[in-house]
C-alpha cells in the first residue's frame, strides 16, 4: 500500500491550493479516505473524511465550508480543495487510507502518506 501527497505549498491568507493524495497497493474504491493535519508544536488533527462511494464527507469545524474532499476511483487519487486559507491552516497533510473495507468511514486508519507541507503566511 502506498500513499502519496502532493500539491502542499505556500499561500497568502485568503488563497487556495489542492492537494492530492495518489494511492496504490489496495482496492481505493472499497475504502474511505481521511485527511488529516499536523500544525507545528501540535497534536494530529482530523480535518475530513469521505465515503468509499463519495457520497458522503464530514469536516472539522475549523474547516468547514472552505475546504472540500472527493475522490476520482477511477484513477485512485484522493483531493482536498483549500479555500479561504488561514495562517492558522499552516500544517503538516496526510491522507489516511480506512483500515476496514466498507462504504462508511470506520474511523481507524491503517495507512498513511508522508504528508505534504502547507504554509499560509502573508
Known amino acids: 500500500v502506498q500513499l502519496v501527497e502532493s500539491g502542499g505549498g505556500s499561500a497568502q491568507p485568503g488563497g487556495s491550493l489542492r492537494l492530492s493524495c495518489a494511492t496504490s497497493?489496495?482496492?481505493?474504491?472499497?475504502?474511505?479516505m481521511s485527511w488529516a493535519r499536523r500544525a507545528p508544536g501540535k497534536g494530529l488533527e482530523w480535518v475530513s473524511r469521505?465515503?468509499?462511494?463519495?457520497?458522503?464527507?464530514y469536516y472539522a469545524d475549523s474547516v468547514k465550508g472552505r475546504f472540500t474532499i472527493s475522490r476520482d476511483n477511477a484513477n485512485h487519487t484522493l483531493y482536498l480543495q483549500m479555500n479561504s486559507l488561514k495562517p492558522e491552516d499552516t500544517a503538516l497533510y496526510y491522507c489516511?487510507?480506512?483500515?476496514?473495507?466498507?462504504?462508511?468511514?470506520?474511523?481507524?486508519?491503517?495507512?498513511w502518506g508522508q504528508g505534504t507541507q502547507v504554509t499560509v503566511s502573508s
Open positions: 469521505i465515503y468509499s462511494d463519495g457520497s458522503e464527507s
Open positions: 497497493g489496495f482496492t481505493f474504491s472499497s475504502y474511505a
Open positions: 489516511a487510507k480506512d483500515r476496514w473495507a466498507g462504504i462508511r468511514p470506520s474511523n481507524t486508519y491503517d495507512y
